[in-house]
């Protein structure tokens, strides 16, 4: 089936500092990629998606490029801030399944400090 | 506009009681989810419906977890007989359409712990 992994944390890194959280996947399928954020004591939230091959995702200075014939999609940041410490999630949704259901990796805790 | 709202946010039940979660999503919206997630774990899908519909529910671990979403807004997942294994947090997400690679609003999550 369908599942996704990413790298262990926590990352701990000081304030802008460069960013990458890797995240590969494995989809019957043609899935649509995701990283989702969920910052202390708040629930999920979608931080950037793509759904097809070479797209970018980006938000809030985060990118993310869906890569095919290496089935990943890694999460970066030029300069990280302490408003960024969070848990990440990279996510698939596969049209096999009409894109009815999320598959999330294990998350990876990002700690930044001053 | 309110968010996917969940209720309660915290349940301590004792083992063998029957708990009742419930999610109310984003008005309007067509498609509703339930997570599980474990400690320290990503969320795992456990079931989903496209207005009150429930076309997958491939996920529910066993007979005593029972969802439903009768008028096409408001869903309810059940659990009964709670075991401690069903410690966890509930999640509930929505999405404006039915299929299709949607952006999916989560809920705060329901924590459940079965003493």
């Known amino acids: 089936g369908d599942s996704v992994t990413q790298m262990e944390g926590p990352v701990t890194l000081s304030e802008e500092a460069f960013l990458t959280i890797n995240c590969t996947y494995t989809?019957?399928?043609?899935?649509?990629l995701f990283w989702y954020v969920q910052y202390p004591g708040e629930g999920l939230q979608l931080l950037l998606k793509?759904?097809?091959?070479?797209d970018k995702g980006s938000n809030k200075g985060f990118e993310a490029t869906y890569r095919k014939e290496t089935t990943s999609f890694h999460l970066e940041k030029g300069s990280v801030q302490v408003s960024d410490s969070a848990v990440y999630f990279c996510a698939l949704s596969d049209r096999n399944t009409g894109f009815q259901k999320l598959v999330f990796g294990t998350g990876t805790r990002l700690l930044v400090s001053p | 506009g309110a968010g996917v709202s969940q209720s309660p946010r915290y349940k301590v039940a004792k083992r063998g009681q029957d708990v009742a979660l419930r999610c109310d999503p984003i008005?309007?919206?067509?498609?509703l989810f339930w997570y599980q997630q474990a400690l320290g774990q990503g969320p795992e899908f456990l079931t989903y419906?496209?207005?009150?519909?429930?076309?997958?529910k491939s996920g529910l671990p066993s007979d005593r977890f029972f969802a439903e979403r009768p008028e096409g807004s408001v869903s309810t997942l059940k659990i009964q007989r709670t075991q401690q294994e069903d410690s966890a947090v509930y999640l509930c997400a929505s999405s404006p359409l039915a299929g299709g690679p949607d952006t999916q609003y989560f809920g705060p999550g329901t924590r459940l712990t079965v003493l």
């Open positions: 989809a019957t399928g043609y899935p649509s």
């Open positions: 793509a759904t097809k091959a070479d």
């Open positions: 008005s309007g919206h067509v498609s």
């Open positions: 419906f496209q207005n009150e519909a429930q076309l997958d």
